[in-house]
Every structure is written in C-alpha cells, then in structure tokens.
C-alpha cells in the first residue's frame, strides 16, 4: 500500500470567507492570468543572464526547469502551447496545438463567446517527452472540459484524455495546477475542480494517477469540504517512501492534514 499525505494552508481566514460568498459571475471574471512578457534567466543581481521575448499571442502560466534549460508553458491564441528553451535562452521546440475542440460558451451575454484551454503545468518525461495539464479560461463548465497529454521529445502528441465528469448532470471541470512522473513511470496530476455544489462529491481538491502507456485514470481522489468550492491543491511531489505529498488550500479550515492509504 502507498500512502498519500494531503496537506492543506490557508493565510486568511477572512479572505476565504468572502471568496466563497461570490456569486458565479464574479468567480468568472476573477480568472486568473499568468501571463508573462519576457523570461529572464536566473542571475538577478545586476543584469540576467539572458532574456528573450515571447512569441506574439502567446501567455505563460509556469516555467519549470529540465535537464538541458526550461520549459515554459502557457496558451497561445488561445489553445495548450509550449516552448523548450536551452540555458542561453535559445529557442528549441514551440509547439501550439489546436486538437481539443471549439471551447465555445452556449451562454447568453456576459461569457465570452470563446473561451481558451491553457497549458497550465508542465514535467519533462523520463523519456524525454513531455507530460502538460490544461487549464479551461473563463472557469465555467459551458467552455468543455480539460485535458492532460503526453509528448515525445520533438513535441508530437502521444496521447491525450479529456477530463470528462459529471456530478448528477453538472460538468465538472479539472483544472491542473502540477503535473509530473512517478518513481514507477506513471503520471500523478493535483488541483482544482469548478462547476460541483459539493453535494455530490466532497471536496474540490483533487490528485489523480495517470496511466504512463495510454492516459488511462488509475485512481481519482478529491478532498476538501463540500461546503465550498474552493478547495485547490497547487504541488504534488513524490518522496524517497514512493508516498505522495500534495500541498494547497481548504476554505474555510485554517490548516488540515490527511493521510490515506490507496492501492499502488
């Protein structure tokens, strides 16, 4: 049996409370950009390394290091994009991909009649590919769901699975926060979900093992209050045990701490 450690922190009790007093709408319009107009290397004492701007359209939410540089990833005129840049911050791979669907709202005014799906998280794979999670922008069920997939080295996609749940007949929709490979070669993704009252599944946290051969779900735990809907898990990693340790926020709890067997 492998346990998982889930540990949940929260700053502000106050904030957590007004954030669970807004209406739909409001949580709509709050969603959140990361974007980012020029990376700049690692030495900010007097001047970077290097820095180089973005191509045009396009926005990053997380840049994480590999074994020859980095990897940012982000969107780019609004579908999952990535780009590999070595430690010089010369460009290696940028790739956009545009196979997951419209991402159109069937919602009367105040939506945007088109919505994004934003890479949100990105690992290098053992194999030298790449493992992305998704993001839907604005955060409401009516854009479709997320995706994680699976890229070779030079990008190409391997295989990709939509994050498709319901909880009665509301979508409910995962957003991913990190992303990354196991000690036994699988995937392990952690965040948030949107669009579930909480009466149905406990819980808006979430973690999930992903199947390293086809994407297939291995195991899906959610975690939280089904009071509120903002219960987010932010960073999973893997200890030296082969336990898992997920880190983030329960509202309005100040500070929880779980651990739970599961199957390996």
């Not at 492998?2 to 954030?19: A, E, M, N």
């Not at 290696?92 to 890479?119: C, I, M, Q, T």
């Not at 999670?133 to 939509?162: C, D």
């Amino acid at each position: 049996m492998i346990k998982i450690f889930y540990s949940f922190l929260i700053s502000c009790f106050i904030f957590s409370v007004i954030s669970c007093g807004k209406t739909t709408e409001e949580n709509v319009n709050d969603a959140v950009s990361k974007t980012n107009d020029t990376i700049f290397g690692d030495n900010f004492g007097t001047s970077p390394d290097f820095h180089f701007d973005l191509e045009e359209g396009t926005s990053v939410w997380e840049f994480v290091t590999t074994d020859s540089g980095y990897a940012l990833v982000g969107s780019k005129n609004r579908r999952p994009w990535f780009q590999i840049v070595d430690k010089n911050g010369n460009s290696k791979l940028s790739k956009r991909y545009d196979v997951f669907g419209e991402y159109k709202s069937n919602f009367d005014p105040g939506f945007p009649p088109e919505g994004s799906l934003d890479g949100s998280a990105i690992s290098q794979t053992k194999d030298g590919g790449y493992i992305v999670g998704t993001f839907v922008n604005p955060k409401h069920p009516s854009y479709g769901y997320s995706h994680i997939f699976k890229t070779n080295a030079q990008g190409e996609i391997v295989w990709k699975r939509e994050l498709k749940y319901k909880s009665g007949k509301t979508k409910v929709i995962h957003f991913v926060e990190d992303i990354m490979q196991t000690n036994d070669g699988h995937y392990v993704a952690a965040g948030y979900t949107s669009g579930d009252s909480g009466n149905s599944v406990k819980g808006q946290g979430f973690v999930t093992k992903i199947d390293k051969d086809d994407g297939t779900e291995k195991w899906m735990k959610r975690f939280g209050s089904n009071a509120c809907v903002f219960d987010t898990l932010k960073s999973v990693l893997e200890d030296n045990e082969n336990n898992l340790i997920a880190v983030g926020e329960i509202v309005p709890v100040s500070y929880t701490h779980l651990t739970l067997p599961t199957k390996a």
